[in-house]
């Protein structure tokens, strides 16, 4: 089985400042990790994803994560926050057998204050 | 073109109604996907067809009936539905391999009165 948590409901940060959302994993075999963001009345947004090499990813608008094996952990971080970030951010894990099914974590609120 | 389109953006429904969902794409993925999601909870995987054939389908009650009549286009067939179905019904595209990046639709507001 696999799992991915997300341990904070939401993030509050001021504008410019870096922000960082956090996301823990599961799996059996190797994992595949993806971050997706949702804005409101709309579908998820492919941001950026881990499959194997570098354990820095980048990924759309400045959006980063560090993959990290021994913590299992897949943080997504960004260097200065801006107000058009916020929105509701979904770490994604799957295995690298089951090619088709991916679980969501339950989603961060991101909200950037001006 | 890296759109998911999905039709109506908006149901209401009464419980003995029959309404259809529809999804479509144009990026030649050979997978697709149907998600509920309720509010302030992450998509939950309904069905998933793989070149047009139905490749999982996670114990979904008969009254959701999923159709893929070709591989650009994938239904959500809805019959007596209760009003805990009132959700988000998302729908996806990928392509067939390792690196399924999915392509969300903006989902179809379903409620179930």
């Known amino acids: 089985a696999q799992s991915v948590a997300q341990p904070e409901d939401q993030v509050n940060v001021a504008e410019g400042n870096p922000l960082t959302v956090k996301c823990t994993y599961s799996v059996s075999g190797n994992p595949y990790l993806f971050w997706y963001v949702q804005y409101p009345n709309r579908g998820l947004q492919f941001l950026l994803k881990y499959i194997t090499g570098d354990n820095l990813v980048k990924g759309s608008y400045g959006f980063e994560a560090e993959f990290n094996k021994s913590q299992t952990s897949f943080h997504l971080k960004k260097p200065s926050a801006l107000v058009s970030d916020s929105a509701l951010y979904f770490c994604a894990v799957r295995d690298d057998r089951g090619y088709q099914k991916v679980t969501f974590g339950i989603g961060t609120k991101l909200q950037v204050i001006p | 073109d890296t759109e998911v389109t999905q039709t109506p953006k908006h149901l209401v429904m009464g419980m003995t109604n029959k309404k259809s969902l529809k999804c479509e794409q144009h990026m030649g993925h050979r997978a697709m996907y149907w998600y509920k999601q309720k509010a302030k909870k992450p998509p939950e995987l309904m069905f998933v067809?793989?070149?047009?054939?139905?490749?999982i389908n996670e114990s979904v009650p008969s009254r959701f009936s999923p159709e893929c009549p070709n591989s650009s286009l994938l239904n959500l067939h809805l019959h007596a539905l209760q009003p805990e179905d009132s959700a988000l019904y998302l729908c996806?595209?990928?392509?067939?391999?390792?690196?399924?990046?999915?392509?969300f639709g903006a989902g179809t507001r379903l409620s179930v009165l």
């Open positions: 067809y793989s070149y047009e054939k139905l490749s």
């Open positions: 996806a595209s990928s392509q067939v391999g390792e690196v399924n990046i999915q392509y």
